[in-house]
């Protein structure tokens, strides 16, 4: 199956940084998306970006579908933010078609100190 | 306003009591999943389905069961839950057209005892 690997595994920032957090994935996908889960143990929707950059708020995302590759882009990091980040990738088969399984990567733990 | 609801959000259970975690959505999308996330793993799929009365295994499917007789019901079965099971489960829905995105419920987090 693919492949998803997310960079780093943790990430520890001062209020006021920029970070990128990077995913990476093994085969042609037809959807990617970008998760925030909360303390609570909440999934936010960030971004859905199968191609191309998307912007936020503070957020962006880009994603170079043809080297298989995606960032996330936090800027002015706010203690908010903290929480484990998520991307997920639903993979393409010949023909174009899909089942619409979406595969997660492990995460990235964000931790804002103030 | 589009929704993917989750009931219980919270439960403690005993080993082998059966369980029921209702999935409902309001999207009118073909397709729903069950997925459980433990710590270090990500989210993993359990089951999907294509469509009413369409279902089938996902990665982790060993010691549950769905069904799906209404396109938006879509209940996640566990006939006797042991300790492993412990675990914070997510339904997730999509259209089933290609560019679309996948919308997830806010999560039931399962404690067995």
């Known amino acids: 199956g693919i492949q998803v690997e997310q960079s780093p595994p943790d990430l520890i920032l001062q209020e006021g940084a920029n970070s990128t957090l990077r995913c990476n994935f093994s085969?042609?996908?037809?959807?990617l998306q970008w998760f925030h889960q909360n303390p609570w143990g909440q999934l936010i929707n960030l971004f859905y970006?199968?191609?191309g950059t998307k912007q936020n708020g503070r957020l962006s995302a880009t994603t170079v579908a043809t080297e298989r590759y995606s960032l996330l882009y936090i800027s002015s990091s706010q203690t908010t933010d903290s929480g484990v980040y998520f991307c997920?990738?639903?993979?393409?088969?010949?023909?174009?078609?899909?089942?619409?399984?979406?595969?997660f990567g492990r995460g990235t733990q964000l931790t804002v100190w103030p | 306003e589009a929704q993917v609801t989750q009931n219980p959000r919270y439960l403690i259970t005993v080993t082998g009591k059966k369980l029921t975690v209702t999935c409902s959505q309001n999207?009118?999308?073909?397709?729903m999943s069950w997925y459980r996330q433990d710590p270090g793993l990500g989210l993993r799929q359990i089951y999907y389905?294509?469509?009413?009365?369409?279902?089938d295994k996902g990665d982790v499917p060993e010691g549950y069961k769905v069904s799906r007789k209404e396109k938006r019901n879509f209940p996640l079965i566990l006939e006797s839950p042991s300790p492993n099971q412990t675990s914070l489960y997510f339904c997730?829905?999509?259209?089933?057209?290609?560019?679309?995105?996948?919308?997830f419920g806010q999560g039931t987090r399962l404690t067995v005892v």
């Open positions: 999207m009118n999308h073909e397709y």
């Open positions: 997920a990738v639903d993979p393409l088969f010949d023909r174009g078609s899909t089942l619409g399984r979406l595969y």
């Open positions: 970006i199968p191609s």
């Open positions: 085969d042609s996908v037809n959807n």
């Open positions: 997730a829905t999509w259209t089933g057209s290609l560019n679309t995105e996948a919308f």
């Open positions: 389905s294509m469509n009413v009365e369409v279902t």
